[in-house]
């Protein structure tokens, strides 16, 4: 693929800046850092309609706001991006845990493969979609964060998840499907009977 053609539509300055970007290796940038490199870099008067032409062709892509994912010149189809556990620990950086299905699945206990990420935390409470990824984020208390196992992205550990999928068994087929799945797995039973007074709910007790 020529050059030219992996540029097409990008005006020089744009070709500049997202050039800068990529020699760089920068992935996600905050608004005032763009600002500052486009200054810095060209001699553009009117910034905020470069950043803007950028989203448009797909070079920039909003994740919340002030702060974009950039798609490097080198992804011809614009298809290039982190992955979806990159964004969110980006998007949220602490407090934050994977859980309910992809820990289900990650457990063992099913192997069916879920098609967004669930997400639980102490900021957000929504359905998200960025890029072709999609997120269920659940806003939880900050005393309720335990369970928790510290990886490269931090996952409820096996009890932690039998509570979640309790608490929200609609994503996972309904209680009985749930309940089937867990009388089939292995488990510390006491650490679970401890989670479910520490999480204080009638529902899940």
Avoid at 126 to 147: E, R, V
């Amino acid at each position: 693929m020529k050059k030219t053609e992996i540029l097409a539509g990008l005006s020089p300055n744009q070709e500049r800046i997202m050039s800068i970007l990529e020699y760089r290796k920068i992935e996600i940038i905050t608004r005032e850092e763009l600002i500052k490199i486009i200054e810095k870099f060209t001699k553009i008067k009117y910034i905020q309609l470069m950043i803007e032409k950028l989203q448009k062709k797909k070079r920039l892509v909003p994740i919340k706001r002030g702060v974009y994912m950039v798609i490097p010149l080198r992804a011809i189809d614009k298809k290039f991006s982190l992955d979806n556990y990159q964004l969110v620990d980006y998007l949220l950086k602490e407090d934050y845990y994977i859980g309910l299905y992809n820990a289900f699945n990650l457990h063992g206990f099913t192997e069916q493969i879920p098609t967004k990420l669930f997400v639980f935390n102490t900021k957000y409470s929504s359905d998200k979609k960025i890029l072709h990824y999609n997120f269920k984020f659940f806003k939880i208390k900050k005393d309720k964060l335990f369970g928790v196992i510290k990886d490269k992205y931090p996952y409820s550990d096996k009890e932690r998840t039998i509570i979640d999928v309790l608490e929200y068994p609609d994503y996972l087929g309904g209680l009985s499907e749930v309940m089937d799945r867990i009388k089939q797995a292995k488990y510390n039973k006491e650490r679970l009977i401890d989670y479910a007074i520490k999480y204080d709910s009638v529902k899940i007790i």
